[in-house]
């Protein structure tokens, strides 16, 4: 299974919003990295996450990765959705949700993602 | 510098994976706004994808998020487009009380009411009870 994202940078759960279930991941920019990355998951129905990490490999992943799960996040499946392994340093999780994306920017680290609809 | 490189190269790979590429074809039919498309809409939490999944409709749940107002307004504007609505979660004595509520929720299913309201579009909307697949009369019908 190849990877969807990977890097080794830091990242924290930035927010998540309960309509349209929008998780976001941020890395923020630093001496070493001199860009923000945003990962933006939508349609956010069941994790397990770390709230702050350092490298991560995002791959989709079939449904029988759930099972491991104590939460049985399978339950929370419906069409279209995906599963993801979330691989960090020394620990395994994984969320169910719609698409991701990604995007690489200059902007400041509370400032909007690119990624989000702007409230109009 | 070789660790940036070595960041920017695996972005590449990432919005030019197969996922990413099923994602932005999806977009684009949507925002093409096909004749006859049907667009389910309503919450998250009472079942969107399946109720769009049980009358044939599409959701717009993922289109990116920084399309879906865009997608979901060139849909408005298409008159061959039929939306389905959802009203689980929805409160009120009546289907009309229920979807004017919804209006005011402040939720994104409220917002694209509002827009389908502003266009005129309300009376052609087939609105559905929760966990029924037979759209109710329309309440908006003079």
Redesign the interface.
């Known amino acids: 299974m190849s990877a969807l994202f990977e890097s080794k940078r830091s990242f924290v759960i930035f927010s998540y919003a309960a309509s349209h279930g929008l998780l976001l991941l941020r890395s923020r920019k630093t001496k070493e990295f001199p860009t923000r990355i945003d990962i933006l998951f939508q349609d956010v129905r069941a994790m397990e996450l770390r709230s702050w990490f350092e490298g991560v490999t995002i791959e989709e992943v079939d449904v029988a990765f759930l099972k491991d799960f104590n939460s049985n996040p399978a339950q929370m499946i419906e069409p279209g959705n995906k599963v993801y392994a979330i691989k960090g340093r020394e620990w395994l999780g994984f969320i169910v949700g719609g698409i991701v994306s990604t995007r690489e920017d200059d902007g400041e680290f509370f400032a909007p993602s690119g990624l989000i609809e702007p409230s109009k | 510098m070789s ?2 490189l ?3 190269l ?2 590449l790979f ?2 030019s ?1 197969p ?2 590429e099923r ?1 932005a074809d999806f977009w684009r039919s949507s925002l093409a706004a096909d004749s006859g498309a049907n667009i389910a809409l309503g919450s ?1 939490y009472s ?4 109720f ?2 049980d009358i044939g409709a599409d ?1 717009l ?2 289109v ?6 865009d997608v979901f307004l060139s849909h408005v504007d298409n008159p061959s487009t039929t939306f389905h609505v959802n009203m689980g979660g929805f409160f009120g004595d009546t289907p009309s009380e229920m979807i004017l509520n919804e209006m005011q929720s402040g ?2 299913t409220g917002w694209e009411l509002q827009q389908l309201q502003q266009a005129g579009r309300l009376p052609q909307v087939n609105f559905y009870q929760p966990g029924q697949l037979t759209p109710i009369p329309n309440p908006f019908i003079k």
């Not at chain 2, 079942?47 to 399946?50: D, F, I, Q, S």
């Open positions: 660790q940036l070595v960041c920017l695996t972005l990432s919005l994976s996922a990413m994602n998250r079942g969107l994808r399946t769009a999944s959701h749940l993922d990116p998020n920084n399309q879906w107002k939720s994104h």
